[in-house]
């Protein structure tokens, strides 16, 4: 392939990204032949020089403030650069790239690149062990690091998680400046499967002229949100402003949301003869399995069955309504309030006790505080500092809105992290349980975090009734918990059936009978009943308001959700709070079947016949 070709061949695969990222078309020949010959040229342009804070007898740490920089880069290229001048785009490389969770075993497993980013960071070393150096890097390295995530046709989840990296010395010693000089973008090279960055300026530089790039691009600079990302390398007071969270608006909840009908009102309740099983058809293959009531048949298409179980969204009410008034749904109208964590903690905010509003404590008591970091920003930051002003505890855990399975989830006291992370897509930022109970692990020689899944089966909305599958289920950490150490998947999520750590199972009958041992000044009994009130005000919370803001009313629908909760010491270690944590559309109910083999006759005989089983089902409202 010649030359021309070879360039049309490389703009062809990376003229989207180049446009993305606001590359100017004028650099593009350049670059294509950069990156063919591997030429990294930069220090032939810009030098890289130390910042001297004098007092060469204090240590590199103490002689400068956190905001001041160690590195600087200037431009050496005599005559100077012209931002027209379609020659001037570098490659720059990098010296580091990680994903949160394996960082720390990245450097543990390179002593090399410990010394570099250390020395890059301004990190002393001298008499400290590796786990110190170490311990320091990953604090500091969200001042240092950049993101990118990828996305294709066939990555798994997993792969489209974000990748941080940090740029070589020359790259990362560029300043930040509200009137940048030069911008630095990440490009992938999909043929080699590389990354860089690229250094181009925006403006013409002359012989001595600093490098000045916008860390937070595209912000407007006189906003309260630019102040707040910025503060991972400017430190600016926000306790001033509301932290005070108010009501989204309408369009929020719309906004993203496939589009979506409401039902007939006037329609009735399906009707059916009583001497005949129910039709089901069910996308869900432990449905099929585990039915086995004969009050309901399995049957293979929707179009005869009198009660559609799909794992796929249903938006289509109206017409439902009017097609086929004689079917359930297992889905109520706009559901996604509860079942996406950002929306789900709105509504549960509409159950906050009058009066305390403006209280730095949870409100009401059994949701974790938490903040929307793409809408409530500042109120956030305003939160974290004044809990910091009044020295009390500033653990969270952040969490994308709609993924699951511990799946991009951070927990951090550090608000430069936060800032960081906020960047990395929509995400809420929730108050860590910091005092959670725990349940004692003969095996693990500890006490572990713990959480609980109730099943509850809602029935109807405008008149509410709902009731919860009491035979709950559990799932344990794999070692003991202390406030530290969060990057240890096993000591601080519980989710292990999905990863390769090893899946602690038991039964809840297991489970009460060691909780008497373990508790026997907190009784189960009392436990349930403040979970299930707990899940009653979720549901008022979510049903309180009409659609789009809230689950709506059908005649033709009955569901199941599955309810994520802790434990959490409350009044000083007196009482036990229950938080809920999340509630997860359609379920894996797989060790619900295998464990109580009923499970599904149970479900399927209070939601379509009014006939519960009370010794696992409780009508909670």
Same mark, same amino acid.
């Given at each position: 392939?010649?030359?021309?070709?070879?360039?049309?061949?490389?703009?062809?695969?990376?003229?989207?990204?180049?446009?993305?990222?606001?590359?100017?078309?004028?650099?593009?020949?350049?670059?294509?032949?950069?990156?063919?010959?591997?030429?990294?040229?930069?220090?032939?342009?810009?030098?890289?020089?130390?910042?001297?804070?004098?007092?060469?007898?204090?240590?590199?740490?103490?002689?400068?403030?956190?905001?001041?920089?160690?590195?600087?880069?200037?431009?050496?290229?005599?005559?100077?650069?012209?931002?027209?001048?379609?020659?001037?785009?570098?490659?720059?490389?990098?010296?580091?790239?990680?994903?949160?969770?394996?960082?720390?075993?990245?450097?543990?497993?390179?002593?090399?690149?410990?010394?570099?980013?250390?020395?890059?960071?301004?990190?002393?070393?001298?008499?400290?062990?590796?786990?110190?150096?170490?311990?320091?890097?990953?604090?500091?390295?969200?001042?240092?690091?950049?993101?990118?995530?990828?996305?294709?046709?066939?990555?798994?989840?997993?792969?489209?998680?974000?990748?941080?990296?940090?740029?070589?010395?020359?790259?990362?010693?560029?300043?930040?400046?509200?009137?940048?000089?030069?911008?630095?973008?990440?490009?992938?090279?999909?043929?080699?499967?590389?990354?860089?960055?690229?250094?181009?300026?925006?403006?013409?530089?002359?012989?001595?002229?600093?490098?000045?790039?916008?860390?937070?691009?595209?912000?407007?600079?006189?906003?309260?949100?630019?102040?707040?990302?910025?503060?991972?390398?400017?430190?600016?007071?926000?306790?001033?402003?509301?932290?005070?969270?108010?009501?989204?608006?309408?369009?929020?909840?719309?906004?993203?949301?496939?589009?979506?009908?409401?039902?007939?009102?006037?329609?009735?309740?399906?009707?059916?003869?009583?001497?005949?099983?129910?039709?089901?058809?069910?996308?869900?293959?432990?449905?099929?399995?585990? *039915?086995?009531?004969? +009050?309901?048949? $399995? %049957? #293979?298409?929707?179009? /005869?069955?009198?009660? @559609?179980?799909?794992?796929?969204?249903?938006?289509?009410?109206?017409?439902?309504?009017?097609?086929?008034?004689?079917?359930?749904?297992?889905?109520?109208?706009?559901?996604?309030?509860?079942?996406?964590?950002?929306?789900?903690?709105?509504?549960?905010?509409?159950?906050?006790?009058?009066?305390?509003?403006?209280?730095?404590?949870?409100?009401?008591?059994?949701?974790?505080?938490?903040?929307?970091?793409?809408?409530?920003?500042?109120?956030?930051?305003?939160?974290?500092?004044?809990?910091?002003?009044?020295?009390?505890?500033?653990?969270?855990?952040?969490?994308?809105?709609?993924?699951?399975?511990?799946?991009?989830?951070?927990?951090?006291?550090?608000?430069?992290?936060?800032?960081? *992370?906020?960047?990395? +897509?929509?995400? $809420? %930022? #929730?108050?860590?349980? /910091?005092?959670?109970? @725990?349940?004692?692990?003969?095996?693990?020689?500890?006490?572990?975090?713990?959480?609980?899944?109730?099943?509850?089966?809602?029935?109807?909305?405008?008149?509410?009734?709902?009731?919860?599958?009491?035979?709950?289920?559990?799932?344990?950490?794999?070692?003991?918990?202390?406030?530290?150490?969060?990057?240890?998947?096993?000591?601080?999520?519980?989710?292990?059936?999905?990863?390769?750590?090893?899946?602690?199972?038991?039964?809840?009958?297991?489970?009460?009978?060691?909780?008497?041992?373990?508790?026997?000044?907190?009784?189960?009994?009392?436990?349930?009943?403040?979970?299930?009130?707990?899940?009653?005000?979720?549901?008022?919370?979510?049903?309180?308001?009409?659609?789009?803001?809230?689950?709506?009313?059908?005649?033709?629908?009955?569901?199941?959700?599955?309810?994520?909760?802790?434990?959490?010491?409350?009044?000083?270690?007196?009482?036990?709070?229950?938080?809920?944590?999340?509630?997860?559309?359609?379920?894996?109910?797989?060790?619900?079947?295998?464990?109580?083999?009923?499970?599904?006759?149970?479900?399927?005989?209070?939601?379509?016949?009014?006939?519960?089983?009370?010794?696992?089902?409780?009508?909670?409202?």
């Amino acid at each position: 392939m010649d030359g021309l070709n070879q360039y049309d061949a490389f703009i062809s695969v990376h003229k989207a990204q180049l446009q993305a990222s606001g590359v100017p078309e004028h650099f593009w020949p350049q670059l294509f032949r950069k990156l063919k010959h591997q030429e990294f040229d930069a220090g032939s342009s810009f030098s890289l020089l130390l910042v001297d804070y004098g007092e060469e007898q204090r240590s590199q740490e103490e002689q400068r403030s956190q905001e001041e920089p160690i590195w600087t880069v200037a431009v050496v290229k005599e005559g100077g650069i012209q931002a027209n001048d379609p020659t001037e785009i570098y490659l720059v490389d990098h010296a580091w790239t990680f994903r949160a969770d394996n960082a720390r075993q990245l450097l543990n497993e390179h002593p090399p690149l410990v010394n570099r980013l250390a020395i890059m960071m301004g990190i002393e070393q001298e008499a400290l062990p590796s786990s110190v150096i170490v311990s320091k890097i990953l604090n500091d390295v969200w001042k240092w690091c950049n993101m990118y995530s990828l996305n294709g046709e066939g990555l798994t989840v997993e792969n489209r998680m974000p990748i941080w990296y940090v740029m070589d010395e020359l790259g990362s010693g560029i300043l930040h400046s509200n009137s940048p000089n030069c911008r630095v973008v990440p490009f992938i090279h999909v043929t080699e499967q590389m990354t860089y960055s690229l250094l181009f300026p925006i403006e013409d530089l002359e012989e001595g002229d600093q490098l000045y790039r916008d860390f937070v691009e595209g912000v407007p600079s006189d906003c309260k949100e630019r102040d707040a990302l910025l503060l991972p390398w400017h430190y600016t007071s926000l306790a001033e402003e509301s932290y005070t969270q108010k009501e989204a608006a309408k369009e929020y909840f719309l906004a993203g949301h496939i589009e979506e009908s409401l039902p007939d009102p006037d329609v009735a309740p399906p009707l059916f003869d009583g001497n005949s099983p129910l039709k089901v058809y069910s996308e869900y293959e432990m449905v099929n399995q585990y *039915l086995t009531d004969p +009050g309901f048949e $399995i %049957v #293979q298409s929707p179009e /005869e069955a009198d009660i @559609l179980w799909l794992t796929s969204h249903f938006k289509q009410y109206k017409e439902f309504s009017e097609s086929t008034p004689n079917k359930y749904v297992n889905q109520f109208p706009f559901e996604n309030v509860i079942t996406i964590k950002d929306l789900l903690s709105i509504v549960c905010r509409r159950m906050a006790r009058k009066g305390d509003q403006d209280s730095l404590e949870a409100n009401p008591q059994w949701l974790p505080v938490t903040y929307n970091l793409k809408t409530e920003l500042v109120e956030f930051v305003s939160y974290y500092q004044n809990r910091a002003h009044k020295g009390l505890d500033n653990h969270y855990i952040v969490k994308p809105w709609n993924l699951a399975r511990g799946l991009d989830m951070y927990i951090t006291k550090s608000l430069t992290q936060i800032m960081r *992370l906020q960047q990395t +897509g929509p995400k $809420i %930022v #929730q108050k860590y349980i /910091e005092n959670p109970v @725990l349940f004692e692990r003969p095996e693990v020689e500890g006490r572990v975090k713990f959480d609980i899944r109730y099943v509850i089966l809602l029935k109807s909305v405008d008149e509410l009734s709902a009731y919860v599958y009491t035979n709950f289920f559990l799932r344990f950490a794999n070692k003991p918990f202390e406030l530290s150490g969060f990057d240890d998947y096993e000591k601080h999520f519980t989710v292990m059936n999905y990863s390769q750590f090893q899946l602690r199972h038991m039964k809840c009958e297991e489970f009460l009978e060691r909780w008497k041992v373990q508790y026997p000044k907190h009784p189960w009994e009392s436990v349930e009943a403040d979970i299930c009130d707990m899940l009653k005000e979720v549901l008022q919370g979510a049903t309180k308001v009409g659609p789009p803001c809230g689950i709506g009313a059908s005649a033709q629908s009955r569901a199941l959700y599955a309810v994520d909760l802790m434990l959490e010491w409350a009044d000083g270690g007196a009482t036990i709070q229950p938080k809920v944590l999340e509630v997860n559309f359609t379920p894996d109910c797989k060790r619900a079947c295998e464990y109580y083999p009923d499970f599904y006759n149970d479900v399927f005989n209070v939601l379509f016949l009014d006939q519960e089983n009370p010794d696992v089902l409780r009508k909670i409202v």
